[in-house]
Each structure stands twice: as structure tokens, then as C-alpha cells.
């Protein structure tokens, strides 16, 4: 978990509640510094009603699971990120609520049906994205039961609300707080649901070799290899025998390439469920075989090293994140190994670089730089 973390206090002045929930946060989650209405909303609205069997999509740090644990028969939460995830665990621990939590990236592979989902979707969350979890929540849930979604305009309402009305056997307006909504959809006795996010695959060539890269809406670059990663590979070497690293490996680029490269072991690792989802089958259709690990920065593979570690890492997190990922990537990398990493040209990435012996520019493209650092 990252190092810099926060923690948020919510009061509560309903009976059977406790006096005050606390969560911790981190960067690299929504809203870290403050509850998201969405969420509050969910709260308030199902707090008096009787959810049952409860489901809770993309949890973030577990505000509405947790609380509503006390009223539900059982809270079921899910997210795609590792991160939030763990945050979720610590949170209910924290909080005495019993719930189960699960890092998934598609809810109709959780198995059993659910008698409420509580969903809020997050601002950055492409619509077709959404739109595919809210079809996926209707299906988990019993005939007759509702799915409880919280939205703006700026975070897709008007769309969600038009699939809503298409999909579900009825949809109400349940709550207002300012520009937010919430909205009750009730699932139809007979329901299949519609595709709105299918993967698709891309056949970069890097050096002669050709990748089959299974890629989804949502995940970086998902409709052809970025420059970056592809200055990145036309850079980089890797040796027969090596223990390579490909952390933040997205639907898996880097490793694939790797793997057809040299005779080496390789490793993927990525905080986001659906990227690893995509990468597993982005190396079975390129004929690599390689290990792919759902985790939080390093985190997954802290008890291995590695000879070598190649990584476009996300810059537009934050800098705690990046902070976090290049120290988790020096200490799994071995004396003598080497760190081959890509960023735009107005960024500078060797602040994070400290804890490495000698950084060198092996390349500069016309919008990305490709440095190397020994440890």
C-alpha cells in the first residue's frame, strides 16, 4: 500500500449504526480526500431499506459496502484495482464490518445472485465501461430486485439512464443532492444482457516480430501499441536466461515481446484486474509463457528478483504512486540489473530514480525519452 496514505471520518446519527465509520486512502483511488456524493447517496437511500443479499461494484475504498454491512443479510464487495481492494480490506477490518471482497474484472464471474448492487460509478469511468457493469449488475441480481446507481451528468447519468431504460423492467428517480441522481432499476424477469464492451486484438510488429495483443475499452492505448511502449521495445534488450519484470504491463506488450525475444523468464504485473485479463490472453495468443500477477505496484512479486525490468509506467498518476512503483521496482531488482523505463519528453522520471547507481538516455524519440538505470 502506499506510503503516504489519509484517513476520512463519517459521522453517523442513525440508530444501529456506529457513532463513526473511518476509512483510510491513498493516492492512486477516487476522491481520497473527501466521501464522493455518489456514495453518500447510495448510504442514505439504502440505509432504512432492506438490501438483502448486497452487491457493491468498483467499492474504491469500501465506503458503501462497509456502512451497509449492518443492514444486509451479507455485502459482497468488488473492484478491478488491487489497490482499492486492499483498501476495502483494511477498511472493513478497521470498522468491524463483515463483508466479502473481490478483485474482479467481470462481476458475472462471481457466481450466485445478489437481492441489491449499490453502484457509483467513478468520473473517469469510460462510458461503455459503465454501461457493461450495469448490464453485467442486472444480471447477477434475482427477477424482481433492484440495482441502486448513483450518478451526474458529468460522470455519464443521462446515458446510463437511457440504457437503464432499455434494459430494466422499470426506473425510478429515488434521490437528489445537487446535480446528482439516484436511480432505482428494477431487474426484468427475463434478462439477457446486452454487449457493450468486446475485446478486439492488435498485431504490432516490433523487430520482426509479430504481437496478438487482446486489448478492451478503458485500458492506455487499447486501439494500437503507443509510441512510447514501442520506443521503449526497440530499445530495450533482453538476454537468453534472464529474469525479467514487466510491471504496469497493461494488456501485455512488453511481456509478449520479451517472451518471444529471448529465452527468459518473464513475469507481468498490473493493479488493474481487467488489464491482467487482457494481458493472460495477450500471451496465449502470442505463444508466450509467462506469469501474470494482479497487484498493486510491485507488491505481487516482492518476494522475487529480477534481472531485468521493463516498464512504461503510468506518469499520469500521482507522484506518491510513481514513487511507490520505482522503489517497489528496486528492491525486486538484483545488483547488476537494469531498468529500462519510457516517459513523455516534458516529464523528468529521474527524481524517482535515486536508489539506482547509473541512469543513462538510450534513446529520444519525438515525443518520448527511453532511459536506462543500473542498480
Known sequence: MNRSTDELALESR???????????TADGVCSERSFRTA????????????????LVPEANYGVVGTVLA??????????????????????????????EISTVAD??????????????????????VGTQRIADALSVLGPGDELFLAAAPRTGLARYETHLDEMAAGVERRATRGDWRLLVATRPDSFDPPTYV?????????????????????????????????????????????????????YGAIGAYAGLAADCEVWLTDDDRVATACAERSLRASGVDAIVVTADCTAGVADRTFDRVLCNPPTHASDGVLAELFAGIADVLARGGELTTVH??????RNHLSEFDRIE??????????????K
Open 14 to 24: 442513525v440508530s444501529g449504526a456506529r457513532p463513526e465509520y473511518r476509512f483510510a
Open 361 to 374: 538516455t538510450r534513446r529520444t524519440g519525438a515525443e518520448h525519452v527511453v532511459l536506462s538505470a543500473i
Open 198 to 250: 468486446s475485446p478486439r486484438t492488435i498485431r504490432p510488429e516490433i523487430d520482426g516480430a509479430t504481437l496478438e495483443l487482446v486489448t478492451v475499452p478503458g485500458l492506455f492505448s487499447p486501439t494500437a501499441l503507443d509510441d512510447g511502449t514501442r520506443l521503449l521495445l526497440e530499445t530495450a534488450t533482453v538476454e537468453d536466461g534472464e529474469r525479467v519484470l514487466d510491471p504496469c504491463c497493461g
Open 107 to 128: 462481476l458475472t464471474t462471481l457466481g450466485g445472485t445478489f437481492e441489491t448492487v449499490a453502484y457509483a460509478p467513478k468520473p473517469y469511468t469510460p462510458l461503455a
Open 344 to 349: 513523455h519528453r516534458d516529464l523528468d522520471l
Open 70 to 99: 449492518a443492514r444486509a443479510s451479507s455485502a459482497h464487495l468488488t473492484e478491478s484495482s488491487a489497490r482499492a481492494a486492499r483498501l476495502c480490506e483494511r477498511n472493513a477490518r478497521r470498522n468491524d464490518a463483515d463483508v
Open 39 to 54: 456514495e453518500l447517496l447510495l448510504v442514505e437511500s439504502l440505509w432504512d431499506a432492506d438490501p438483502g443479499r448486497l
